[in-house]
């Protein structure tokens, strides 16, 4: 087992590759059976969002650890690896959908939702009385239209859906206003980082990138450096050790055959590779996991 355990919903052996796929449920449901604790895991092409409302969580996202009471809410992009340990009796919602569910179109809709599905997010609705009281109405407005369909559901659970992460996208700050030209940066982004979830291994250049998304290289590190804060390159270099730091903490893989997955043909080069960038050698870092 190369990578954390893989789920459609935490633990459920079915696989769904539904394009369509949503699913919605209160928190409780699930984390109770489970004794309030969500063990370390991740979806394949599927977005999560969950909603505490009340209560407190720990949550474990790849390799950090973040402590949340509620109202708040967790984004998390596909194939992120996570877990949570809730106070008992925490309540919310947990909602789980096909990332081409969220993407499909080139609406103002889907531009304004990319920023919560580059990076996962965290954010504090306390601070927000009014959109937290806007966001909990639509999830219960959601969860009715799925629980009890009635005519017209597809359409209704669309508008639902895309309320709720609008009301979200709002709440985070992104640089500069949004015009034309930051739309289609912003566009530009979400083509590079889907690529690179394709290409990551096979250590592309950024030219390379740059000519499959039929850009200049100038025009995507620009991109990259305004809405990222990192070249290009760094956001490359920056997801190979994502998955490095994945591969080395849920496996017991040996360290040259994870250099290997990743694409490497010599392990020492991995080795110092993953030093420089992270600040301790493949061994130290899972040796501190």
Known sequence: MGRAPEFTLYGDDSCVMDAEFLHLELLGSRSRRFG??????????LFQLLCLLDGEVKARI????????????????????????????????????????????PD????????????????????DWPARERIESLFGQLLAELCWPQRGQDLMVGWLLKAILLMLARLIDEPDGA??????????????????????REHWDIPRYADA????????????????????????????????????????????????DLGFNDPAYFCRRFKRQIGLSPSEFRARI
Request: glycine share 6%; net charge positive.
């Open 36 to 45: 309030w604790e969500i063990a370390d895991h991740c979806h394949r092409g």
């Open 108 to 127: 103002q809709a889907g531009a304004l939702l990319r920023p919560l599905l580059r990076t996962p997010r965290l954010l504090d609705l306390r601070r």
């Open 62 to 105: 790849d390799d950090r650890e973040y402590r949340l009471s509620g109202p708040a809410a967790i984004c998390l992009p596909p194939g992120t690896v996570h877990g949570y340990s809730f106070v008992e009796e925490a309540q919310g919602f947990v909602l789980t959908a096909a990332e081409r569910l969220l993407t499909r179109g």
């Open 179 to 200: 015009g034309a030209a930051q739309a289609a940066e912003r566009e530009l982004l979400a083509r590079f980082h889907a690529l690179l979830e394709e290409r990551y």
């Open 213 to 260: 998304l039929c850009v200049a290289a100038s025009r995507l590190n620009r991109a990259c450096l305004k809405l990222s804060r990192k070249t290009a390159f760094a956001v490359t270099q920056e997801r190979l050790m994502l998955e490095a730091r994945r591969m080395l903490a849920y496996s017991a893989w040996p360290i040259s055959r994870v250099a290997y």
